[in-house]
């Protein structure tokens, strides 16, 4: 398959770990927040998302964990298996008329888990 | 259900020829957008269409282009081909803004763009 990225800052966890990617956001007018998970040669995939009244959200084996303060916001996937390999991408948006649910994604962090 | 598609998956150009991309978006879904994800770069928000109008674009030259057809389906066009135009081409759509419960967009697999 194709590489999406390949300078992208790698997370290398052991098969059954936890893993924490975390992802720094600069609109503090963002209502609005996703992590896409895109595998080689394919397009983002949805993983979890959260608003910004919100500081944490669960879904089946990710959480995501959202600091306004800081403009932080952080994936964390539980038990990681192989086929969580791949790059994830957080995004934003304000969510108004002028940008509508246009995201802004950040740089990627590519996830390698090793058997 | 039928997903966002996109058209062509692959294709190679050369320096100055122009090139347009195709996308089908999920059925009732009336915004389109489009991303470039240069290798090795993330994705950069292109062009915003909703109910046949741009609302937005991006920080690109005027050669990009598209349009969105009655049908919400979708053309990016780009002009006078330069290498680092070299990507792959994302399209996503959504539902209209806030409509339903989330601003998700839901992305095609890409035209992946080589020019030569």
């Known amino acids: 398959g194709e590489s999406v990225g390949l300078h992208l800052p790698t997370l290398s966890v052991q098969e059954g770990d936890n893993s924490i990617i975390n992802c720094a956001y600069s609109?503090?007018?963002?209502?609005?927040f996703i992590w896409y998970k895109q595998e080689s040669g394919k397009g983002p995939q949805f993983i979890i998302d959260i608003r910004s009244n919100m500081d944490k959200r669960q879904g089946q084996r990710v959480t995501v964990l959202l600091n306004k303060t800081v403009k932080h916001l952080s994936l964390q996937i539980a038990a990681t298996q192989p086929g969580d390999s791949a790059v994830y991408f957080c995004a934003e948006t304000p969510r108004n008329n002028n940008a509508g649910n246009m995201l802004t994604f950040g740089g990627g962090t590519r996830l390698m888990v090793k058997p | 259900e039928a997903g966002v598609t996109q058209s062509p998956t692959h294709l190679i150009k050369t320096r100055g020829q122009q090139v347009t991309l195709r996308c089908s978006p999920i059925?009732?879904?009336?915004?389109v957008y489009w991303y470039q994800q240069a290798l090795g770069l993330g994705l950069q928000f292109l062009l915003w269409?909703?109910?046949?109008?741009?609302?937005n674009r991006g920080n690109f030259p005027p050669r990009f282009s598209g349009r969105q057809f009655p049908n919400y389906s979708s053309e990016l066009n780009v002009n006078a081909l330069e290498l680092e135009d070299s990507a792959l081409y994302l399209c996503?759509?959504?539902?209209?803004?806030?409509?339903?419960?989330?601003?998700?967009?839901?992305f095609g697999e890409g035209s992946r763009l080589t020019v030569l």
């Open positions: 609109n503090s007018a963002s209502d609005y």
């Open positions: 269409y909703d109910e046949g109008e741009e609302r």
């Open positions: 059925s009732g879904h009336t915004s």
């Open positions: 996503a759509s959504s539902l209209a803004i806030l409509a339903g419960d989330t601003g998700e967009l839901f």
